[in-house]
């Protein structure tokens, strides 16, 4: 198999988080902490990064290097909007091991990523526009699976790796897919976390469907071969449902079991729900000449599946961008 294929070439994208020790501390004492206090670091290290604290102290909660690792990365995996937080992050530690202070790693300014935030929770709602036309959890799964796998690509550069560069550029790595995913459905009200390998290099989505846990490989089943096409071989799966697609060796946060197999007979069929672009291209909210420039000036440069001119030109449902569409915006606009 094709699976095995895909996992042998895509499974060196995902990157790891890379532990840079910048100051030890000596301490004075060398009693043992107190058992760590994981699920109060966890929040009080997210509101500090939203924050964009240089120094995070989290010497109250008894967090030892050991347990550093796996709560730094969960956190960077299980908030989509963190990709302003790069993935190094330096740390103060005691004799014993007990971590004092993180010093974290930011890739853009405060200006920076509010401007990113905002561009991605609008790309966020145009895509999500027609899912109030859908009742069920596993419809709005599906759609939301379906849309990005027939208007983005999978980046072969390895370069666009988080939620905001995929959304912008219309392709990315695994984390791409993932995060971009876990937002969507978060924004619709399902619950929603990450599946992470470290011996094939990957991760996806671990969806929660009718109070019952799923797996949901996105990246796999956006068909590379032939363009805006899909498969549903890593949709709704069980935890041996998603084995019988060669992924393993997966942990998740908590350790999530996936035992349903109410979809592993499933036939999804893509419903193909027509999509109208709203003529935004650059996402400032408003359709205005500008925008028919950029439409313009990209025509030559931009693939037909780029996500970030699709969600705002395809003016006619039809998953492609071509003179129709610019047309209709064309008339949108100057009318």
């Given at each position: 198999?094709?699976?095995?294929a895909?996992?042998?070439?895509?499974?060196?994208?995902?990157l790891?988080?890379?532990?840079?020790?910048?100051?030890?501390?000596?301490?004075?004492?060398?009693?043992?902490?107190?058992?760590?206090?994981?699920?109060?670091?966890?929040?009080?290290?997210?509101?500090?990064?939203?924050?964009?604290?240089?120094?995070?102290?989290?010497e109250?909660?008894?967090?030892?290097?050991?347990?550093?690792?796996?709560?730094?990365?969960?956190?960077?995996?299980?908030?989509?909007?963190l990709?302003?937080?790069?993935?190094?992050?330096?740390?103060?530690?005691?004799?014993?091991?007990?971590?004092?202070?993180?010093?974290?790693?930011?890739?853009?300014?405060?200006?920076?990523?509010?401007?990113?935030?905002?561009?991605?929770?609008?790309?966020?709602?145009s895509?999500?526009?027609?899912?109030?036309y859908?009742?069920?959890?596993?419809?709005?799964?599906?759609?939301?699976?379906?849309?990005?796998?027939?208007?983005?690509?999978?980046?072969?550069?390895?370069?666009?790796?988080?939620?905001?560069?995929?959304?912008?550029?219309?392709r990315?790595?695994?984390?791409?897919?993932?995060y971009?995913?876990?937002?969507?459905?978060?924004a619709?009200?399902?619950?929603?976390?990450?599946?992470?390998?470290?011996s094939?290099?990957?991760?996806?989505?671990?969806?929660?469907?009718?109070?019952?846990?799923?797996?949901?490989?996105?990246?796999?089943?956006?068909?590379?071969?032939?363009?805006?096409?899909?498969?549903?071989a890593?949709?709704?799966?069980?935890?041996?449902?998603?084995?019988?697609?060669?992924?393993?060796?997966?942990?998740?946060?908590?350790?999530?079991?996936?035992?349903?197999?109410?979809?592993?007979?499933?036939?999804?069929?893509?419903?193909?729900?027509?999509?109208?672009?709203?003529?935004?291209?650059n996402?400032?909210?408003?359709?205005?000449?500008?925008?028919?420039?950029?439409?313009?000036?990209?025509?030559?440069?931009?693939?037909?599946n780029t996500?970030?001119?699709?969600?705002?030109?395809?003016?006619?449902?039809?998953?492609?961008?071509?003179?129709?569409?610019?047309?209709?915006?064309?008339?949108?606009?100057?009318?």
């Amino acid at each position: 198999m094709r699976f095995t294929a895909k996992c042998l070439a895509r499974g060196v994208v995902c990157l790891t988080l890379v532990f840079v020790t910048l100051w030890s501390c000596l301490s004075l004492t060398a009693t043992a902490p107190d058992e760590g206090d994981v699920a109060g670091a966890r929040e009080y290290v997210i509101n500090s990064l939203y924050a964009m604290s240089e120094e995070i102290n989290i010497e109250g909660f008894n967090i030892n290097k050991s347990e550093l690792l796996t709560v730094y990365t969960e956190i960077l995996k299980n908030n989509p909007y963190l990709f302003f937080v790069g993935t190094s992050v330096g740390y103060r530690a005691d004799l014993d091991g007990r971590i004092l202070s993180l010093y974290p790693n930011y890739t853009m300014t405060a200006e920076e990523y509010e401007e990113a935030r905002l561009f991605c929770e609008r790309q966020i709602s145009s895509m999500l526009t027609l899912t109030v036309y859908l009742d069920s959890e596993a419809e709005k799964a599906q759609y939301i699976h379906d849309w990005l796998c027939l208007n983005f690509s999978y980046d072969e550069s390895l370069s666009y790796d988080n939620m905001y560069l995929f959304l912008k550029e219309g392709r990315g790595t695994c984390q791409g897919y993932t995060y971009t995913y876990m937002a969507m459905l978060r924004a619709v009200g399902i619950e929603c976390s990450f599946a992470a390998s470290d011996s094939m290099a990957h991760i996806w989505n671990i969806v929660k469907i009718e109070g019952e846990w799923y797996h949901v490989d996105v990246t796999w089943d956006d068909y590379p071969e032939i363009f805006a096409s899909l498969e549903y071989a890593s949709f709704l799966k069980s935890d041996t449902g998603i084995k019988e697609t060669a992924h393993i060796d997966w942990h998740s946060p908590n350790d999530i079991l996936c035992v349903s197999e109410k979809y592993s007979d499933a036939d999804f069929v893509c419903p193909f729900l027509p999509f109208k672009g709203t003529g935004d291209v650059n996402c400032d909210g408003v359709a205005d000449v500008l925008d028919l420039v950029l439409c313009e000036l990209d025509r030559d440069k931009l693939p037909v599946n780029t996500g970030f001119l699709n969600i705002a030109v395809d003016m006619d449902g039809d998953c492609a961008l071509t003179d129709a569409d610019r047309l209709l915006i064309r008339k949108r606009i100057l009318d």
